[in-house]
């Protein structure tokens, strides 16, 4: 059994017991403890099930790289599903539940999977589920989904909150072990500013429990002697619980904070995301260990063998009461050294090797514990726990085979150094034969805006493994680093190391060599996504020779794990089916994150409220107040109608548009554009940004302009009025108001910069109102100040002056067709004039109407609307606007476009109206079918609605639509067909369904 | 992300303060353009596999559009300068030269 | 206009730092050469400070900000505006140029204490490290425009689109609650 030892454990506090529970069971850890130790503690080994086969799993490592311990952690707001047992942090309340398993972890019903193995090749659902066709969508895909994933998704909303910080440094140094610190400790008086981050909560990485002296200081007090160091400078930041996340383009970098999950409250930020800048950044990611690839690998308590002693020497864990080691390397006798001191039983080191190990092999046998060299492990006993294993000779499997009990196995098939964020922006790998791994190629580093090297590997993620060579490594690496940032270089040098006598390790891919397809099939490589090495043979045979099409066909390496644990392994067994070697297979590529970060933490604070900024017009607060139904339009928000209690949307637009056509009504127009032109050649300008000719407009008046774009189409319009000599301001639609403020600056600074003319957005200057209807002037002449007279101020003229206490600007202009003032004033007064609006018309029924009365009052006067009418392929010919398309200028934009000849095409669709027979109303976006079909098979068309509403005016349907020759064919009744199959018939009409002459804005 | 130094105001700007605009030093083409050369300047772009002209804006900045002289595949930036000129400049091309011997671009080399 | 003598912000909040919003405040955008003899005379002749270097701010009873190579941002007293752009109007009417008030499309928030500059760095793409007292920087906070700068090693005052304030005051008030300092400053 796994249990707690009475000695080690140099990260736990006994004093401090935490109370934790796992699948609704008390435990009891202690401070420092993770999830995995203290369960390990408690003698819970089976913690998961894997995700195909459904087979129990057991914890396999120590760290980031785990592939099974895998949990729902917390509950409700707090719950987050695949949870690593192995880097979450024991606080007291924690609360964990396994994954992917029903009814129960002990007994699941979905391991007759297991059973089927031989059944569920790689690629099974593939070949299966395609046929026949339908069964995909209504059985097969339903059926998946339910016995498919691992954790739950979160049913309640996350409470936690969220941030980011950006920050900028001269050096980045992503790692705290031996390496990372010496080389924050080379560059601390380089005289540049550096941030060195470890994922962990502690600092000094493997040094902590692989080398209890650095030269005659213990590993221990070594790291602390330099961590205080490094606090001494100011120039030094230091993060733990920080990973470094991905690395970019041009230096930058995230960094994942956690901080909170460790604790069992919830106040401040639980994840900080470090948008980093970084001038150079030093990679000390240290290694992984791998796991050997032989018959029953992954039945719980077979783990790494770094892991295993890592539970004993930070946690005081024993795995078992008899472990097993097995290894092709040197490093893996450390384990079986440290079980020995601590009281477990090593029955037997399995050495690959023929020629067995070095001086720790040696060391090993001294304390008389039995090493078997040349051998390899062909059977493992066991379901949810191992019981036993037998050797065998490594090259034969049925010579010398023995069994030899255990509980636990401690397997080590080598290291593979963490090149994943040398390698996220772009620096190449190559393939070390001599310790079978992929390292950093120093020439072939990422790359950054200047064109050189910004990230450096050093240490073992550099490939280096034996310390004397990490230290010697992380001085060189970091003085390259150093001097690439631009800092100081001292001269101090490192203290030798005097390492074990390690013998080399030897690749072995397989075990036992000549493992036939049943071991084969029995043999793991990816333990979360159930890949064995038959898989990967079965896709090499089948054609998937690229280690891309190899990984995705059999999902090798494409867990949450992402491989870390299973990728050179899966890749050693896909290159020698293909009979290539390694490095021509190459790898597939590393992508950031390093580990899943939270989508919490990518969003930072943009949630809820800050999901996305919204703006408020200065009458915003009061149309909340009366209780409007607000829209989105673009950012802004603006009052949909204004429904009274217990009137639906529709009655209230009926409303407002009857009391505004027979009355009085108030529109909050404020988000319209204002862009205000100005200069000595803003006219020239205008002419050329507009169809029609703007230079020409007399001081005082107004006018409707189209815009297009180069292409010909168009994309904005409004009404633009002449303030004096050099001074236009352009009306632009509410949403449009940013996009043309641009669009002007972009052609006055890159195509006509010797123009002399400036342009300032002034939309949110004023608060702008429509006040409309047959009583509108009234209104206004009761407050008085200005003479606003028909012949005072005419149809599309404008005035200034003070309105009452207003300072007001006042266009005489219609979107609606009834007599129509908008008036805008300064922002800051725009509330009080809008309050005093309504109170002084309240004597006329006023009434402010939403954006839906403003679109049907228009479609009733057949105006169009940009968005509705236009969709980007629209020109003004198309909606029978050359009426403002001038004639006598020899270019703006847009004129050239609408000369090519699909632009002059007889046959375009052109605007027109469209009265439903019946008075109903046409779906918006309806296409009327014509006679045959076109080459696709499909019913042929003529034309489309661009907008259609129920008219309170007229009491029916109006549309808008689109129809081939239209104009011409006034009166002819064309069919829309809906979905529900049936057909509308309606007759093709002038779009200007009231008011044809202008009478009611004309008074 | 990248960064670019804006030449109009000296800051080193985020790539999320800028706005992309395509390729640089389009001549347009207007009213009495033949229909080749209007298709050229609308719709005719260049695509290349390392130094590229464009266009970016530093939207939330200072607002002024500039030039960016990019590599497409490293991303190394031999330099920014202002979108009011019909080529770029001749120290930048020449840093383009010592380190892409042999580059063209349209008919800068 | 409403009166707004008696109160010295319209809101604030106190987090770990001080955030404010301001009342409103006089701004006036100017266009125009600002390497012309007469713009600067008009200047120091109306405004009464001289014109900023290169993304500088002027601090003075009204400020000058250097927003772009042709354009600047005169901060004043709200009832001052009309009065000043008529002075400068007058001063420089013969030289092509722009002057607008844009005091009510406008909002001003102070962020004060002893760690202010996390909020920036919290929020902007920026490298507050190596900001100076009276640069002005124009850039985003999360995802809207502003331009802000430090008038103290442990204040600053920042500027965004009034549509926006609202958006502004909540980024600034999630950014500022205890318990959230980054300790790095």
Redesign the interface.
């Known amino acids: 059994m796994s249990k707690r030892l009475g000695v080690g454990g140099q990260f736990i506090d006994r004093s401090k017991p935490i109370k934790f529970q796992f699948n609704g069971r008390r435990f009891s850890g202690f401070k420092g403890d993770t999830l995995a130790s203290a369960l390990l503690a408690n003698d819970q080994v089976l913690i998961g099930r894997s995700f195909k086969y459904h087979r129990p799993r057991g914890i396999v490592s120590s760290g980031s790289e785990e592939p099974n311990a895998l949990m729902n952690l917390g509950e409700n707001e707090t719950f987050e599903p695949n949870q690593r047992a192995t880097t979450t942090e024991l606080f007291e309340g924690l609360t964990a539940f396994s994954q992917n398993h029903w009814p129960s972890l002990n007994f699941d019903i979905g391991v007759i999977n297991n059973y089927l193995s031989r059944f569920l090749p790689a690629g099974f659902y593939y070949k299966m589920f395609i046929h026949p066709r339908p069964f995909w969508k209504y059985i097969y895909e339903p059926f998946i989904r339910q016995s498919a994933g691992l954790g739950k998704a979160p049913s309640v909303k996350d409470t936690s909150d969220y941030e980011h910080f950006y920050a900028f440094y001269d050096l980045v140094i992503i790692g705290g072990g031996i390496s990372g610190l010496n080389a924050a400790l080379t560059a601390a008086e380089s005289g540049l500013k550096i941030l060195i981050m470890e994922q962990n909560s502690e600092w000094g990485g493997r040094c902590l429990v692989d080398f209890p002296f650095i030269n005659e200081e213990p590993g221990l007090k070594y790291i602390s002697r330099i961590l205080s160091e490094l606090r001494k400078y100011k120039n030094v930041t230091m993060r733990s619980r920080m990973m470094g996340a991905g690395v970019?383009?041009?230096?930058?970098l995230l960094g994942y904070e956690r901080l909170n999950d460790h604790l069992s409250t919830n106040e401040g930020p639980r994840h900080r995301l470090w948008r980093i800048?970084a001038k150079q950044i030093i990679t000390a990611t240290g290694a992984i260990e791998r796991p050997l690839s032989f018959p029953g690998n992954d039945i719980p308590g077979i783990m790494l063998a770094s892991a295993v002693r890592d539970y004993a020497t930070n946690f005081g864990v024993a795995v078992g009461d008899k472990v097993a080691i097995f290894t092709n390397n040197d490093d893996a006798y450390r384990t079986a050294i440290t079980l020995h001191e601590i009281g477990v039983t090593v029955p037997v080191i399995i050495d690959a090797r023929s020629s067995g190990g070095g001086e720790l092999a040696h060391h090993a046998k001294e304390l008389g514990i039995r090493v078997e060299n040349g051998k390899a492990i062909s059977k493992v006993f066991g379901q949810k726990r191992v019981k036993a294993v037998t050797i065998c000779d490594y090259e034969k499997s049925d010579a010398n085979k023995e069994k030899i009990e255990c509980d636990s196995i401690a397997m080590s098939g080598g290291w593979s150094p963490v090149v994943h964020l040398f390698s996220h922006c772009?620096g190449k790998l190559k393939w070390d034969e001599d310790l079978a791994m992929f390292r950093p190629d120093k020439a072939a580093k990422p790359?950054?805006?200047?064109?050189l090297p910004f990230v450096t590997a050093v240490g073992s993620a550099n490939g280096f493994l034996l310390m004397n060579e990490v230290l010697i490594d992380t001085l060189d690496g970091s003085r390259t680093a150093i001097r690439a940032a631009g800092g100081k270089i001292n001269n101090k040098k490192t203290k030798e190391f005097l390492d074990k006598n390690e013998k080399a390790p030897e690749a072995i891919w397989i075990s036992p060599k000549d493992a036939n397809i049943k071991k084969r099939s029995k043999t793991w490589l990816d333990f979360q996504n159930d890949v064995k090495v038959s898989d990967v043979e079965l896709a090499a045979r089948e054609g998937f020779e690229s280690v891309e099409h190899a990984k995705r066909y059999t999902t090798l390496g494409m867990a949450t794990d992402q491989g870390k644990l299973s990728n050179i392994n899966g890749l050693a067994i896909l290159s020698s089916t293909l009979g290539k070697e390694i490095p021509r297979v190459g790898t597939t590529t590393f992508r950031p994150p390093y580990t899943p970060i939270s989508l919490g933490s990518i969003g930072g604070s943009a949630r809820n409220e800050l999901f996305q900024p919204i703006r408020k017009t200065p009458i915003h607060e009061w149309h909340e107040k009366k209780g409007a139904y607000m829209e989105p339009v673009g950012q802004w928000r603006r009052p949909f109608c204004y429904p009274k209690e217990g009137e639906t949307h529709q009655k209230a637009v009926e409303r407002e548009i009857n009391q505004t056509r027979s009355s009085l009504g108030l529109l909050d127009a404020s988000t319209l554009g204002k862009l205000l032109v100005t200069g000595p050649d803003a006219g020239k300008f205008l002419d050329m940004l507009y169809t029609n000719m703007m230079s020409t407009l007399k001081v005082g008046k107004c006018r409707y302009g189209l815009m297009c774009s180069?292409?010909g189409f168009l994309i904005d319009d409004g009404v633009v009025a002449r303030i004096d000599e050099q001074t236009w301001l352009c009306h632009t639609t509410s949403g449009g108001a940013d996009r043309i403020h641009?669009h002007m600056?972009?052609w006055l600074?890159?195509?006509w910069?010797d123009w002399k003319v400036y342009v300032a957005n002034l939309t949110e200057q004023f608060a702008q109102i429509g006040v409309v209807g047959p009583n509108a002037r009234k209104l206004l002449e009761k407050i008085g100040g200005l003479d606003v007279s028909k012949d005072a101020l005419g149809f599309m003229e404008w005035k200034e002056g003070k309105l009452g206490k207003y300072d007001a600007r006042i266009f005489r202009i219609s979107f609606s067709g009834e007599l129509s003032f908008e008036v805008a004033v300064p922002a800051g007064q725009g509330m009080a004039f809008w309050k005093e609006l309504i109170e002084l018309g309240e004597e006329f029924g006023v009434m402010p109407y939403g954006t839906e009365a403003l679109h049907v009052m228009r479609a009733e006067k057949g105006f169009i609307m940009i968005g509705d009418e236009t969709d980007g392929t629209v020109i003004p010919q198309d909606l029978n606007l050359t009426w403002a398309i001038s004639k006598k200028k020899?270019?703006f934009l847009g004129?050239?476009?609408q000369?090519?000849a699909h632009m002059v095409d007889p046959n375009r669709w052109k605007l027109v109206g469209l009265e439903t027979l019946d008075g109903s109303v046409l779906p918006d976006g309806a296409y009327s079918t014509a006679q045959g079909f076109n080459s696709n098979g499909q019913r042929s068309t003529q034309g489309r609605i661009t907008s259609s509403y129920y008219s309170p005016t007229l009491k029916r349907g109006i549309a808008m639509g689109l129809i081939l020759n239209g104009p011409s064919r006034e009166g002819e009744i064309i069919e829309f067909p809906k979905i529900d199959g049936t057909i509308i018939p309606a007759k093709i009409t002038s779009p200007v369904f009231y008011d044809p002459d202008g009478e009611k804005q004309n008074v | 992300?990248?960064?670019f130094t804006c030449p109009?105001?000296?800051?080193e700007a985020?790539e999320?303060?800028l706005?992309p605009?395509g390729e640089a030093h389009l001549k347009?083409?207007?009213?009495?353009?033949s229909?080749e050369e209007?298709e050229g300047?609308?719709f005719n772009r260049e695509n290349p596999k390392g130094v590229h002209f464009e266009?970016w804006?530093h939207?939330?900045?200072?607002?002024?559009?500039f030039h960016a002289a990019r590599?497409t595949l490293?991303?190394?930036?031999f330099g920014t300068y202002s979108?009011?000129t019909f080529e770029p400049p001749e120290e930048i091309k020449e840093r383009i030269r010592a380190?892409r011997p042999g580059w063209k671009w349209r008919n800068f080399s | 206009m409403s009166d707004t003598s008696k109160k010295e912000f319209k809101r604030s909040f106190s987090g770990y730092v001080e955030i404010c919003e301001n009342m409103p405040t006089g701004m006036i955008t100017v266009r125009g050469d600002l390497n012309s003899r007469k713009l600067k005379s008009a200047f120091s002749k109306v405004v009464g400070a001289t014109l900023p270097k290169?993304?500088k701010v002027t601090l003075a009873e009204n400020s000058i900000a250097w927003?772009?190579?042709d354009?600047l941002l005169i901060i004043c007293g709200y009832d001052n505006v009309s009065d000043l752009m008529k002075k400068l109007q007058k001063e420089l009417d013969d030289q092509h140029h722009m002057l607008v008030n844009v005091s009510d499309a406008r909002a001003v928030f102070e962020v004060s204490g002893a760690a202010m500059v996390e909020i920036i760095a919290k929020l902007a793409?920026v490298n507050v490290k190596t900001l100076e007292i009276g640069e002005i920087?124009?850039?985003?906070f999360s995802q809207v425009?502003a331009a802000f700068w430090l008038t103290s090693e442990q204040r600053m005052k920042l500027i965004c689109f009034s549509s926006v304030a609202d958006y502004m005051f909540d980024l600034l008030k999630t950014s500022a609650v205890v318990n959230s300092k980054v300790g790095e400053f």
């Open positions: 970019y383009d041009h230096g930058y800048r772009g790359t950054s805006s200047d064109g180069e292409n641009s600056e972009e600074q890159t195509e910069w020899e270019d004129k050239r476009a000369e090519r | 992300m990248l960064i109009y105001c000296g800051i985020d999320t303060e706005t605009g347009r083409f207007g009213p009495g353009s229909d209007f300047y609308l266009r804006r939207v939330y900045g200072c607002g002024k559009w590599c490293t991303l190394e930036v979108a009011q380190k | 290169e993304r927003m772009s190579p354009e793409p920087r124009r850039t985003h425009a």
